[in-house]
């Protein structure tokens, strides 16, 4: 089975500019979720997914915003683009939402530049 | 909020031979899951090992184990007979059990080189 897919890989943005992001959950899993790596960082949580309803989001101004589709994929959109959004948008999927003893698997992520 | 503090910047290792990663998390909460992520040059985060908290045994998987210290919130990560395939970025994450959205919380990372 392919693993969590993601596209585009690499993007280059200028400021105020729209991005969307794309991304496959793994075969079955319903839960995606979405974390913005920043360079020489750890990723940071910006929402989660599950059934196609939003179950979390965490600190990112409302200009990112996502949504899951009935074939479970997602879409993360960011809107008025700033340099500071640059960075690796990483998403993740896992059969459940609070199946704590799921393994998260995550997809190679889409490497976002704004110039 | 869960903090998780990760003080190597970078580590090194000889290949064959043993490092240990740190970390520190901070959390007035009984129940959670830790779990460290190996992140190589391809960008993949990949599960390496995964520790519940109310588990006393140490978590192992193969050359990979863990020492949890839970009254100390420390979470280190051992890894014997390094291998050249194992250099990467190593993130040291928690995980809530309170609430039914439980994202991922990551510390900043440690960089390991396996030199030959």
């Known amino acids: 089975d392919a693993g969590v897919t993601q596209s585009p890989t690499h993007l280059i943005k200028t400021r105020g500019q729209h991005v969307t992001l794309r991304c496959s959950p793994i075969s079955g899993h319903k839960s995606v979720s979405w974390y913005q790596q920043v360079l020489g960082q750890g990723p940071q949580f910006i929402f989660q997914?599950?059934?196609?309803?939003?179950?979390g989001r965490g600190n990112f101004p409302d200009r990112f915003s996502a949504r899951q589709f009935p074939n479970y994929s997602s879409e993360l959109n960011v809107n008025a683009l700033l340099l500071g959004d640059s960075a690796l948008y990483l998403c993740?999927?896992?059969?459940?939402?609070?199946?704590?003893?799921?393994?998260?698997?995550f997809g190679e992520g889409s490497w976002l530049t704004v110039v | 909020a869960q903090t998780v503090t990760q003080s190597q910047p970078e580590m090194s290792v000889q290949e064959a031979e043993t490092v240990t990663l740190s970390c520190t998390y901070d959390t007035s909460e009984s129940d959670y899951y830790l779990f460290w992520y190996k992140q190589p040059p391809s960008r993949q985060m990949i599960l390496v090992i995964r520790?519940?908290?109310?588990?006393?045994q140490n978590a192992t998987e193969n050359r990979f184990s863990v020492n949890f210290q839970k009254a100390a919130k420390s979470f280190s990560l051992k890894i014997s007979d390094s291998q050249l395939g194992d250099a990467a970025m190593y993130f040291c994450a928690y995980r809530s059990l309170i609430s039914g959205n439980t994202p991922l919380v990551f510390g900043k990372g440690t960089r390991l080189s396996v030199i030959a």
């Open positions: 993740a999927s896992s059969r459940r939402s609070t199946g704590l003893a799921d393994t998260i698997y």
């Open positions: 997914y599950y059934e196609k309803e939003e179950r």
């Open positions: 520790q519940e908290a109310y588990k006393q």
